[in-house]
T-cell receptor, first 112, second 115 residues
Framework: LAKTTQPISMDSYEGQEVNITCSHN???????ITWYQQFPSQGPRFIIQ???TKVTNEVASLFIPADRKSSTLSLPRVSLSDTAVYYC?????????????FGAGTRLFVKA | EPEVTQTPSHQVTQMGQEVILRCVPI?????FYWYRQILGQKVEFLVS????????KSEIFDDQFSVERPDGSNFTLKIRSTKLEDSAMYFC?????????????FGSGTRLTVV
């Protein structure tokens, strides 16, 4: 399983764009990059998943360079409710029994 | 997509007692998982379950733990003799729906407090 490294915490203000970068130098050919969000006392919530280049949905964008050794989750115009822990995970796409491993994540604090 | 439902939301039990945590995923999904999160710590993988069998488990998932899908709908995690260190949030999850969303869907969790 590829190990991921992301900042422990980040601060931002409402209305700003937030970019959280994750390093995964040992990513394998079959690995996908998945980001989750977790609020206190709640289960993680899937945000976005990608393999290469750029992926965008209604919540976020995911930028993946050609070498795939890192990825950046971009949250446009954050609000106070985006304060949460964000996890970057790397692994094969939902193969049987694949044990998604969570790291420590990045604690994002959004201030008014 | 309907959510994963977990019951109870909070359970307090005495050390040494057995507890059963329940999860209702969607029956047409194939893979189910249990995770736990000790307060202030990261989410830890416990076990994955496919076709009514354990497909993978972590070192945490020792003989005190077991999983079942007794009726094809409910998915349970049993802890036979709870210890203080079993106090944590326990999350059930199911695999993604396919298409553009391959992430897991997690339940809201059961907070287990062992006293």
């Amino acid at each position: 399983l590829a190990k991921t490294t992301q900042p422990i915490s980040m601060d931002s203000y409402e209305g700003q764009e937030v970019n959280i970068t994750c390093s995964h130098n040992n990513i394998a050919t079959n690995d996908y990059i998945t980001w989750y969000q977790q609020f206190p006392s709640q289960g993680p919530r899937f945000i976005i998943q990608g393999y290469k280049t750029k992926v965008t949905n209604e919540v976020a964008s995911l930028f993946i360079p050609a070498d795939r050794k890192s990825s950046t989750l971009s949250l446009p115009r954050v609000s106070l409710s985006d304060t949460a822990v964000y996890y970057c995970l790397v692994g094969e796409r939902n193969t049987g029994g694949f044990k998604t491993i969570f790291g420590a994540g990045t604690r994002l604090f959004v201030k008014a | 997509e309907p959510e994963v439902t977990q019951t109870p939301s909070h359970q307090v039990t005495q050390m040494g007692q057995e507890v059963i945590l329940r999860c209702v995923p969607i029956s047409n999904h194939l893979y189910f998982y249990w995770y736990r999160q000790i307060l202030g710590q990261k989410v830890e993988f416990l076990v994955s379950f496919y076709n009514n069998e354990i497909s993978e488990k972590s070192e945490i998932f020792d003989d005190q733990f077991s999983v079942e899908r007794p009726d094809g709908s409910n998915f349970t995690l049993k802890i036979r003799s709870t210890k203080l260190e079993d106090s944590a949030m326990y999350f059930c999850a199911r695999d993604g729906t396919g298409g553009v969303n391959y992430g897991y869907t997690f339940g809201s969790g059961t907070r287990l407090t062992v006293v």
